[in-house]
């Protein structure tokens, strides 16, 4: 989606951010980096701001946040229409 259309929803990119942090083990400033460069609505401090929340580098002292994708998908995505369009 993000590369086709250039947007993704905050909702998927904390998902997303959160995948890979924590399920691929990339570091936050890569996948920071990435969105930078493909975001056409790119906002810095948004955009590093929700990088270091989701990786636990932040001022919030609980730590990192892991979403977990069964859960988000059964939350947001219920007939399945979001992942049949776009995780091919």
Excluded at 11 to 37: H, K, P, V
Aim: proline residues 3%; hydrophobic residues 30%; glycine residues 10%.
């Amino acid at each position: 989606e993000l590369t086709a259309t250039s947007y993704l929803s905050n909702r998927m990119r904390q998902n997303l951010a959160s995948y890979l942090i924590n399920d691929l083990g990339c570091d936050w400033r890569a996948g920071a980096a990435w969105f930078e460069t493909h975001l056409i609505d790119f906002d810095v401090y948004s955009n590093q701001g929700n990088w270091l929340y989701l990786s636990g580098c932040g001022t919030d002292p609980r730590g990192g946040r892991r979403f977990n994708p069964d859960k988000q998908a059964r939350d947001y995505d219920p007939d399945g229409s979001y992942r049949a369009l776009w995780c091919r």
